[in-house]
Nanobody
């Protein structure tokens, strides 16, 4: 199971940290991805990280503003979001691909097998 948390309302330029907690059995090699979906728009990839933490990947729209990292002690994958913009407003989902291809972070949401419930991020102008 995945539990996403940390969303909220923030002014433009502010920061939020999202957390994705995994419980239950996990595979030895998986990818955690963060996706978002704004009203009336398609779900889009935001960032992802492999279980080892050695490989990360970001969408161009968030690169240099967002950072994804793992907290192995808490078994969470976190998304630090800085310099938030109104266009970052969306429901953010974390997801897990339990059988990823080697050395990559998939960006297509359909390959992720498990999903959290979503957390709403609202950025006011």
């Amino acid at each position: 199971q995945l539990q996403a948390s940390g969303g909220g309302l923030v002014q433009a330029g502010g920061s939020l940290r999202l957390s994705c907690a995994a419980s239950g059995r996990t595979s030895s090699n998986y990818v955690v991805g963060w996706f978002r979906q704004a009203p009336g728009k398609e779900r889009e990839f935001v960032a992802g990280i492999r279980r080892s933490g050695s490989v990360t990947y970001y969408a161009d729209s968030v690169r240099d503003r967002f950072t994804i990292f793992r907290d192995n002690a808490k078994n969470t994958a976190n998304l630090q979001m800085n310099s938030l913009k109104p266009e970052d407003t969306a429901v953010y989902y974390c997801a897990v691909d339990v059988n990823p291809a080697p050395r990559i972070v998939p960006t297509v949401w359909t390959v992720y097998e498990y999903w959290g419930q979503g957390t709403l991020v609202t950025v006011s102008s």
